[in-house]
Every structure is written in structure tokens, then in C-alpha cells.
């Protein structure tokens, strides 16, 4: 898809982050640009500010509210969407080991259930349009990369990735084209979701409070702007490319992401993998952390170092930032939070 003018995009998590900055890029570029998400008012905020013509309150997960989101659409417009950008997400980070169903069921029944949603939603009224189209979904780094303390959002990233794939294949005979964008870092404000996570009255394994949400904002603070980030989505739907790592160096990214594999596939391997983690990183590591904004660099060496900041210094340690809640009694006492 090369024209945006006056196309009709559909953008769930619209309302703010990595949504809204796609929806004022297709905006400008044309779009007439509907928006869903669950928070009313910051989609309140994001049609007044022009970057989308219409809001839809949509809880990605509500198959039900979906279908009455899509019949919606067919009813005013005349015509189902050309662009699908699937973009809702949440996290909640802490010890994999201290994981709570509800941990799993929360990130992976939005992260990926949503977009699974979305798919079977849209791709068969795209299909009988006819017209061809576009699908996006904005992905993650975090999809190349298993972490000890990322596990419900990382495997559910890599599934969203790897559906989007096969996505991809199938749908080139109707001439819709499948993107999936994976960006490391971004100025969002997705750090508050893991509040959302606790007022909904989940029981979560991990330590959440207000200390690790602000511990969170103060890193994605330094984020990617989103409209750079959509911009570089444009750019990819524009050239049909699958994967955007929106980064100079992304293709080289993705090899050295993925060639752990060949090595954890030997006790030779093995051996070289943990050898490598009590190196300090390497100059090209360096350049892509560099290029990732400091989102992850010495992730697997070092402890983390505290982000730039510009309010007061935040204590990491006292925070417990990425720790089990104080009662996962099975959790070694060093990941718990004091
Ligand atoms: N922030 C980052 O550093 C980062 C990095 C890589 C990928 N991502 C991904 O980018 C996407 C957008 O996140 P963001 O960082 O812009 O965060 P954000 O919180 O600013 O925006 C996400 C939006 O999704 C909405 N949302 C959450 N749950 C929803 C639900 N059940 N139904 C509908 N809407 C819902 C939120 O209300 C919010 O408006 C997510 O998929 C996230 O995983 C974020």
C-alpha cells in the first residue's frame, strides 16, 4: 500500500503511545483514521487533537465488542477497512518462576488473544472487499528474546510475531500485506498498565507498585518518539515489508539475536553462550544497544544501570523493580522484594 489518501485505517490501542503516533502519521497522510482502545479518555483527547476521525471504545479481548466495532464501521462507512494496525498491548515484569495464571492470562489474552481478535475479526470482510490491503501489528524486541524476568510478555511477543508470519504467506494471494514492527524502546505510557493489571483485582506473582511503575516511566521516558516509530511502520507498509526493526542497524540486530539458537543446540554451544555472558559486551553490542536507545544493554551480564533521569534519582534496589511479590515463598530471596 503506497497511497494513504483516504483510506480507512483501523488502529486498536489508538488512544496513546505507539496507537496515537500511528494514528496522526496516517492522518496526515490522508487516512480517515478510526481509533479503539479502552481508555475513553485519552481517546476523547486524541479525536480532539485531530489524529483520528472517530473512537471506538473496544476492550481488545471482548470478541462480541469486535464484531460490533467492525458491523459499526461497515454501517457508516460503507465499506470494511484497508489498513488493520493491531497495537494494544500491556506488560508486567518480575521472576518467570513466580508467574500467577493471572500474569499469563492478562498479558498473553491482550498482547496475543487481541490481536487473534483482530485477525479473525477484519481479515475475512478485507478478503470479500476485495480491494487488497494492509495488516500491522506492532510487535517487540522483546519477541527475538527469551528474559528471566519477562516470560508471560516475551512469549506472548514471539507468538504475535510468529502468527503475523504465517498471516504473511497466506494472505499475499489477496493482496494484502502483513507488517509486524518490533521496536525496543518507546515514549509511552505503557508503565502504567501494571497498575491497570493490579486494580482489576488480578492477583499478580510479581512486585508491582507505584516505585516500579515510576522505575518504568523513567525508562521509557528515554523511548523512541512514537511518530518516528510510525513513520518508520509507514515506510515498511509502503516498500509491503514484513519485518520492520526500526533501527539503522535492524537486520543485524535480528542475526545476533537469533544466533543464539545454533549455539544452544550443542553442550559445545552451551559452553560458548556462558563463556560469552562473563565477557564484557562487545563494540557491536554496544552500537546496537546504543542504537536501542540503552534499552537492554548488559541485560544478561550486568545489573541494570538506573536510567538517565530528570526528576530524582529513583533507588532500583529499594523498588525492587522485576521481583517476585514478598508471599512466592518458593522464589529465592535475592529476586524477592525486600
Ligand atoms: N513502550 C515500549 O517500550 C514498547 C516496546 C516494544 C513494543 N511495545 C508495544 O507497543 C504497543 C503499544 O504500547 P505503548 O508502549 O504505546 O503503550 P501505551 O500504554 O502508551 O499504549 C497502549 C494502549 O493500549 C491500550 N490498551 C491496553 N489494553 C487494552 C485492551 N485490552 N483493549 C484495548 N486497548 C488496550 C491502552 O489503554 C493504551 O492506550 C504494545 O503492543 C506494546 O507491547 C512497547
Known amino acids: 500500500m503506497k497511497d494513504f489518501k483516504n483510506k480507512l485505517v483501523f488502529i486498536t490501542g489508538g488512544a ?10 496516517f492522518t496526515e497522510a490522508g487516512a480517515r483514521v478510526i481509533i479503539a482502545d479502552v481508555n475513553q479518555e485519552r481517546l476523547d483527547e486524541a479525536v480532539k487533537s485531530g489524529a483520528a476521525v472517530e473512537a471506538i471504545k473496544l476492550d481488545v479481548t471482548d470478541r462480541a465488542g469486535w464484531a460490533a466495532a467492525a458491523d459499526g464501521i461497515e454501517k457508516k462507512y ?17 521472576p518467570a518462576e513466580a508467574s500467577s495464571y493471572d500474569d499469563y492470562d492478562w498479558v498473553v489474552g491482550i498482547v496475543f488473544g487481541g490481536v487473534v481478535n483482530g485477525l479473525v475479526t477484519f481479515v475475512p470482510r478485507m478478503i470479500k472487499k476485495g480491494k487488497g490491503g494492509h495488516i500491522a501489528s506492532t510487535v517487540s524486541w522483546g519477541a527475538f528474546g527469551a528474559g528471566p524476568t519477562t516470560a508471560p510478555y516475551s512469549a506472548a511477543k514471539a507468538a504475535q510475531l510468529n502468527l503475523l508470519e504465517s498471516y504473511y504467506e497466506a494472505l499475499k ?9 518490533c521496536p525496543a524502546n518507546i515514549n509511552s505510557h505503557i508503565y502504567e498498565s501494571q497498575l491497570k493489571h493490579i486494580e482489576a483485582g488480578h492477583k499478580t506473582g510479581y512486585n508491582v507498585s507505584e516505585g516500579t511503575a515510576a522505575l518504568l516511566a523513567t525508562i521509557h521516558a528515554h523511548g523512541m518518539d512514537p511518530k518516528v516509530l510510525a513513520n518508520w511502520l509507514k515506510e515498511a507498509i509502503e516498500n509491503d515489508v514484513f519485518l520492520c526493526v526500526p533501527y539503522k542497524s535492524g537486520p543485524e540486530m535480528v542475526e545476533d539475536a537469533l544466533s543464539r539458537f545454533p549455539l544452544l543446540s550443542t553442550a559445545d554451544g552451551i559452553k560458548k553462550l556462558a563463556e560469552k555472558r562473563t565477557q564484557p559486551p562487545t563494540e557491536q553490542e554496544l552500537r546496537f544497544n546504543a542504537e536501542r536507545e540503552g534499552y537492554d544493554v548488559g541485560a544478561q551480564r550486568q545489573a541494570p544501570e538506573p536510567p538517565k533521569t530528570d526528576g530524582p534519582a529513583l533507588d532500583w534496589a529499594k523498588i525492587g523493580f522485576g521481583k517476585a511479590s514478598r508471599d512466592a515463598d518458593w522464589v529465592e530471596a535475592g529476586k524477592k522484594a525486600d
Open 173 to 181: 494471494s489477496y493482496n494484502i500485506g502483513v507488517t509486524a514492527v
Open 78 to 94: 460503507g465499506e470494511t477497512v484497508d489498513l488493520l494496525i493491531l497495537t494494544a498491548g500491556v506488560n508486567v515484569f518480575g
Open 16 to 25: 496513546s503511545g505507539a496507537g496515537l503516533g500511528q494514528a496522526q502519521v
